[in-house]
């Protein structure tokens, strides 16, 4: 079993945790949650909630069906000649998938640490960036990963 | 003078505020202001506030100390007051709400879980068990096909990879829900096809991990992976 001891991981040793890969994580409940008191003003935080709405809007576009197009492509390629042996399959996956979730990780880790700094840089400029396709980093992360081992 | 606003407690909370600093280029030891039923915790307004990593990090751990103290009401970041006065008046008009709130979320914290999914782990089980997904990826359409036919083995791919995550998440927040006193599910960001938070109480915190962990691990052959944040003030539950 490989649970991963990356502080943003969930942890093995207790619930606590505070890094900076974490604050990228809980942006969201900062930012948009807590308690608002109307007299209050607030700070304008432009630009904040633009990359998570956008963030989302990218899940169900043409892009990502294109990519999983090509992932489905890539993973078939491999596959050919393990399918059609269910039983088989099914423990070659499981091995697989040990491997891949540690390149997961880590790679998640690196984007959502450069994120934060990346973006708040950018609004800094007053501009409004576009939102990159990140979820597209897993799959070439573990693609990598998966040659390398 | 311009105050920035960090939290509401009770008026029994330590409040102990020594070595705290807040938000800003130079940050400044926080105060109080105290009414009869809540107190607030607030600090200078720096001029450069920015929802920036320095200046979220402080709000998070102002947050954070205060949470380890007693029940918080955490307010959202960058919450100004025009002056001290000010708060003084809002803890007088607002006494009742406030008092309710904080014991709805008395003795209790939040946990953030967000899920990933690794895509070629999932791929790789939509193909071995979607046949109309197969034969499209075996017809050559990924790597020859026309753009149309593309999206369309990849809508195919999506719809199955989104009913599978969709019964991750009710295997994951069903097992969780048992040892948290409320829920409240937020829009996944990114590659995270989860994202929820429940508020626990602090005395069932270790069950609530303990459980967290083993679905995480049960999980894993999936190329799922689960992030865990807490316990945190309770940011979405007031």
């Given at each position: 079993m490989t649970v991963a001891t990356t502080e943003s991981q969930l942890p093995s040793g207790g619930p606590h945790q505070k890094t900076d890969g974490g604050l990228y994580d809980i942006l969201d409940l900062i930012l948009d949650r807590g308690l608002v008191i109307d007299v209050f003003v607030r700070v304008s935080l432009v630009g904040i909630?633009?990359?998570?709405?956008?963030?989302?809007?990218?899940?169900?576009?043409?892009?990502?069906?294109?990519?999983?197009?090509?992932?489905?492509?890539?993973?078939?390629?491999?596959?050919?000649?393990?399918?059609?042996?269910?039983?088989?399959?099914?423990?070659?996956?499981?091995?697989?998938?040990?491997?891949?979730?540690?390149?997961?990780?880590?790679?998640?880790?690196?984007?959502?640490?450069?994120?934060?700094?990346?973006?708040?840089?950018?609004?800094?400029?007053g501009g409004e960036e576009q939102p990159e396709a990140e979820p597209r980093r897993i799959g070439r992360r573990s693609s990598r990963q998966k040659e390398e081992s | 003078m311009t105050v920035y606003v960090y939290a509401m407690v009770g008026p029994d909370h330590p409040a102990k505020l020594d070595g705290l600093t807040g938000v800003g280029a130079t940050p400044t030891p926080l105060r109080t202001v105290r009414g009869e039923r809540a107190v607030a915790v607030v600090g200078d307004a720096p001029k450069d506030l920015r929802a920036k990593r320095r200046?979220?990090?402080a709000h998070q751990e102002v947050l954070a100390k205060?949470?380890?103290q007693g029940t918080v009401l955490p307010l959202r970041f960058?919450?100004?007051?025009?002056?001290?006065?000010?708060?003084?008046?809002?803890?007088?008009?607002?006494?009742?709400?406030?008092?309710?709130?904080?014991?709805?979320?008395?003795?209790?914290?939040?946990y953030n879980l967000r899920a990933a999914q690794d895509e070629d782990t999932v791929v790789r089980q939509v193909l071995q068990v979607n046949p109309e997904v197969r034969r499209l990826a075996r017809s050559g359409v990924a790597t020859s096909g026309d753009l149309k036919d593309r999206i369309a083995l990849g809508e195919a791919v999506h719809a199955d990879v989104a009913e599978r995550q969709r019964r991750i998440t009710d295997e994951?927040?069903?097992?969780?829900?048992?040892?948290?006193?409320?829920?409240?599910?937020?829009?996944?960001?990114?590659?995270?096809?989860?994202?929820?938070?429940?508020?626990?109480?602090?005395?069932?915190?270790?069950?609530?991990?303990a459980e967290a962990r083993r679905l995480s691990e049960r999980l894993e052959a999936d190329g799922v992976r689960l992030r865990l944040h807490g316990p945190l003030p309770p940011y979405s539950f007031v």
């Open positions: 909630e633009l990359l998570r709405v956008d963030a989302r809007v990218v899940v169900a576009s043409v892009d990502t069906y294109l990519r999983f197009a090509e992932a489905c492509n890539r993973t078939d390629l491999e596959n050919k000649g393990g399918v059609g042996l269910p039983e088989l399959v099914g423990e070659m996956s499981e091995q697989g998938a040990h491997g891949k979730t540690k390149g997961a990780l880590s790679g998640a880790l690196d984007s959502f640490g450069d994120a934060l700094g990346r973006r708040s840089g950018s609004r800094e400029d | 200046d979220l990090n205060l949470s380890e960058g919450a100004l007051a025009g002056s001290e006065e000010e708060v003084a008046g809002n803890l007088r008009d607002r006494a009742e709400a406030y008092q309710r709130q904080l014991a709805a979320v008395n003795g209790k914290a939040e994951v927040v069903g097992a969780l829900d048992v040892f948290a006193a409320d829920r409240r599910q937020g829009e996944a960001v990114a590659e995270d096809f989860l994202n929820v938070s429940f508020l626990v109480d602090r005395s069932r915190g270790g069950e609530f991990a």
